[in-house]
């Protein structure tokens, strides 16, 4: 009997509870009766600047930036506009403004989904926001790029393109003359490919650090940059030894100073570069120990990243002797017409260089000299340079030749 009577107590409860719900509900959906309701911090926005920058000025400052609002309406369209409530804000229309301090009244801008003709702002605080006004000043700065990150192993950042190279800044002048540099940012990690892409621009103090409430603006928020990345690679520098004089490479030591060179480019130009050739050492020319000079050409897809322009070899020839002859076989050819040649110079001393068993079997019967007289167009002496003066062995390879010799003849017409 007891338990009955409890079972019945908590059924009248719960349909207690039921009934006002939906009488609540009801009263909220047939009779939706207005209320009041404040919203706190509604941000303030700022319209017709365009029109006082075509004037040479511009807002230096607002005595708010945001507002409070009371407004009055129907439940209903209260509980909407907080849900909307983050597209919620007030205007300032600034096209009047002259220079100086101008007091002007906000006008609420309503979320889309908000019917306006059932709310009403009843109270608003403040009433009204000063507006500061100056003349506009403007800057103009080089776009600097930056790299915040890492280029990924064997790889390296190349000279980026930048599009607009340059950006105006404008705004009071107090504002702009805090800017002392606008970078391009870009902000990744393992970078192992070209870049090509807009980027925010950023504002640089004195100090390096970003402004963020300078209340400036730019006449591009963006910049275009391409960042070629290229791979890198430490290329062996070699020569190519012509043998001569008796010598061949299993003759000789050799040094290449720089070793190697650090060159970049693209990866398809990279995959076959094993190594840079920078030319031949002919060792006929070299006698003991000489050093010859080469210049560090590379094809024009490439970068020099180390910088040499030149290298150095330095050439010994080992375990050779040498021996001289006095040659008296001198020849002239390709005299020119008209002109007639002798010799003032008789005989000329010859080195000739190998092992000894091979320079013992060496006469200098077996020398010739022979001097091209094509350049000749004058008269009197003349001194035949030694590019000109060849002199031939008429022996086996094992020996060879070495130095340069020049003759000495007589022109007359």
């Known amino acids: 009997m007891m338990e ?5 107590k908590w059924l009248n409860i719960l349909m207690s509870v039921l009934l006002a719900v939906l009488f609540w509900l009801y009263v909220r959906a047939e009779l939706d009766p207005s209320q009041t309701s404040w919203f706190y911090h509604v941000p303030v926005e700022i319209t017709g600047s365009t029109v006082l ?3 040479g000025l511009t807002v230096a400052n607002l005595s708010q930036s945001t507002v409070d609002l009371r407004i009055e309406g129907p439940a209903s369209v209260l509980d909407s506009l907080s849900r909307s409530r983050k597209d919620l804000s007030v205007t300032l229309d600034v096209s009047k403004c002259t220079e100086g301090e101008n007091k002007l009244v906000y006008t609420p801008n309503w979320p889309v989904n908000i019917n306006t003709d059932s709310i009403v702002t009843i109270d608003r605080d403040p009433e009204t926001i000063t507006v500061t006004v100056e003349k506009l000043y403007t800057s103009s700065f080089n776009v600097e790029f930056q790299l915040k990150g890492t280029v990924a192993d064997g ?11 340059t950006v105006v800044v404008s705004g009071p002048a107090e504002q702009v003359s805090r800017v002392k540099k606008v970078v391009a940012v870009l902000e990744t990690e393992d970078l192992d490919q070209r870049f090509a892409g807009d980027l925010p621009l950023i504002l640089l103090d004195e100090n390096g650090e970003q402004i963020t409430d300078a209340e400036v603006a730019l006449d591009s928020p963006t910049a275009y940059v391409v960042l070629p990345v290229v791979v890198v690679k430490d290329v062996p520098l070699t020569v190519n030894f012509q043998p001569g004089g008796g010598a061949t490479i299993d003759d000789i030591t050799y040094e290449i100073n720089p070793k190697s060179l650090m060159v970049s480019g693209a990866e398809s130009d990279m995959e076959s570069l094993s190594e840079i050739s920078l030319g031949s050492v002919d060792l006929s020319k070299v006698v003991g120990t000489n050093t010859f000079t080469f210049p560090i050409d590379l094809d024009a897809s490439l970068e020099n990243v180390t910088g040499s322009t030149s290298a150095t070899v330095t050439v010994t020839v080992n375990g050779l002797d040498t021996r001289s002859f006095d040659v008296d076989n001198i020849q002239m050819v390709n005299i020119p017409d008209g002109y007639q040649v002798t010799l003032a110079t008789q005989v000329r001393t010859v080195k000739v260089r190998g092992k ?4 013992n079997n060496i006469d200098a019967s077996q020398l010739s000299i022979v001097a091209d007289l094509s350049d000749v167009d004058f008269t009197g002496l003349y001194s035949v340079p030694a590019s000109k003066v060849k002199v031939y062995l008429n022996a086996d390879s094992s020996v060879g030749v070495i130095g340069d010799y020049t003759v000495v003849v007589n022109v007359s017409r």
């Open 4 to 8: 009955h009577i409890r079972e019945s």
């Open 53 to 55: 920058t075509r004037q």
């Open 155 to 165: 790889y390296q950042a190349g000279t980026p393109a930048i599009n607009p190279e």
């Open 356 to 359: 000894q068993e091979d320079l």
